[in-house]
């Protein structure tokens, strides 16, 4: 059978789902910051065709099934793995697994916020990552960034360049609204924020009146 063929029940499922599954697979035990950089390391590489299966992406027109389910990339999928049989069978009935499991539930929000581009990129650009206890021949090659969890996370020269440019993006649009703020408003945006510190810090008194 063809690697194609062997991951049908995977391929069927919607993008949410697979970038759930694969983020829970890898990195339930990292807590939600864990699994969020993996999702993140997935939605970096699906800015570059180099890290497709053509093949998936062929039959599904997803780029998220297409990083995620290459072969020997992330290793939940590979046979052998005793997290594949786990997956599978939440993928042939998520909608059980995920109202019952509250990691997979926690992944499957933060992947429906990926889709959404609201999901911080907590990985700075990260498109490899292996767990702290190897070293890889590889690693050497890529720009370390740094560790979160059990897992140290790499880019390349262009995907880091791609997430600053991402961030540069953001602030220029966050500057440029900014700017076209009359001046006249802003009196009343002062007003609105300190008015919001009297009620926290009020609320913050009650609160320990009551302990």
Do not use: C
Not at 47 to 69: C, E, K, W
Not at 90 to 100: G, H, I, L, P, R
Not at 101 to 117: E, K, T, V
């Amino acid at each position: 059978m063809s690697w194609l063929t062997d991951n049908q029940i995977f391929l069927s499922i919607a993008s949410a789902k697979i970038l759930a599954l694969t983020a829970y697979g890898e990195a339930r035990g990292e807590g939600a910051e864990g699994m969020m950089a993996v999702l993140n390391v997935i939605n970096n590489r699906a800015q570059d065709r180099s890290f497709f299966d053509m093949n998936i992406y062929n039959a599904t027109g997803s780029p998220y099934h297409a990083v995620a389910l290459k072969q020997k990339q992330f290793s939940v999928f590979n046979f052998g793995d005793p997290n594949r049989p786990m997956l599978v069978s939440m993928a042939s009935n998520f909608d059980k697994a995920v109202s019952t499991n509250s990691q997979l539930n926690q992944a499957y929000q933060m992947a429906f916020m990926l889709l959404n581009r609201t999901l911080t990129d907590n990985t700075s650009g990260a498109v490899y990552y292996h767990e702290k206890s190897i070293t890889p021949s590889w690693s050497s090659s890529f720009i370390n960034l740094g560790q979160i969890g059990n897992h140290i996370f790499y880019a390349t020269t262009a995907s880091l360049q791609r997430f600053k440019e991402a961030v540069t993006s953001v602030t220029s649009a966050v500057s440029s609204a900014i700017s076209e703020i009359p001046a006249s408003n802003w009196f009343l945006i002062a007003i609105v924020g300190i008015g919001g510190i009297l009620l926290m810090n009020a609320l913050s008194k009650t609160g320990r009146e009551r302990r």
